[in-house]
């Protein structure tokens, strides 16, 4: 089944402990993004990825970072997680870029509260 | 520049229509729709692509006015299925950042029987 898979769903930390949330797709795509979702802001772009070893920052790539070793996974790094980071976290991937008229499948999500 | 959602929120009885707009101060490339449920992931709906060209998808249809700058979704005799929260999604034309994709506040739809 093509999917895009995101762990852990749920995660509860600490202000300062280091975490990785892992996205993984199955569709061979190109192009990988993450979102975040707060209330009354929408989707927000973090970072994005155009194809292994390529990224470049959305609109809110402050205390995130990534890494796109494979085309498979595109893995979202808190170094220094703070509380304002708490949030629903979105993976998506697609064939090509936004610019094209592919679909974009999302994860399930991951939602990530910071204490 | 987040694109501008409008209305913030629709209220329908089945069977009634609905338009929801997304404008943009910047110059669009491509439009997204998105639909999400409560508790689920975004959905994909339809693109549009700067042309003025109308999709659509059975009921449900979109078109982008690329001079305004702006783009509508249409639901036409909406079902209860049709609840959710509609996000457009937008990708600026010209310049490097041809990744990025910037959505707007969302729609909340609500359809009652």
């Known amino acids: 089944e093509a999917q895009v898979t995101q762990n852990p769903r749920y995660l509860i930390t600490v202000t300062g402990k280091k975490l990785t949330v892992t996205c993984s797709q199955n569709m061979n795509h190109e192009y990988m993004s993450w979102y975040r979702q707060d209330p009354g802001l929408g989707l927000r772009q973090i970072y994005y990825?155009?194809?292994?070893?390529?990224?470049d920052k959305g609109d809110v790539p402050e205390g995130y970072k990534v890494s796109r070793k494979e085309k498979r996974n595109f893995p979202l790094i808190l170094e220094s997680p703070s509380p304002n980071q708490t949030s629903l976290y979105f993976c998506?991937?697609?064939?090509?870029?936004?610019?094209?008229?592919?679909?974009?499948?999302f994860g399930p999500g991951t939602r990530l509260t910071v204490l | 520049q987040q694109p501008v959602q409008s209305p913030q929120a629709v209220i329908l009885r089945e069977g009634e229509d609905a338009v929801i707009n997304c404008s943009s101060s910047k110059a669009l490339y491509s439009v997204h729709w998105y639909r999400q449920k409560h508790g689920e992931a975004p959905v994909f709906l339809m693109i549009l692509l700067k042309g003025g060209e109308q999709k659509g998808h059975e009921k449900i249809s979109a078109s982008f006015n690329e001079k305004k700058q702006q783009s509508s979704l249409y639901l036409t005799a909406s079902q209860l299925s049709y609840s959710g929260t509609y996000f457009c999604g937008t990708a600026n034309a010209g310049g490097t950042s041809y990744g990025k994709l910037t959505f707007g506040q969302g729609t909340i739809l609500t359809v009652h029987p």
């Open positions: 998506a991937s697609s064939t090509s870029t936004p610019s094209s008229t592919d679909t974009q499948y």
């Open positions: 990825s155009m194809n292994v070893e390529v990224t």
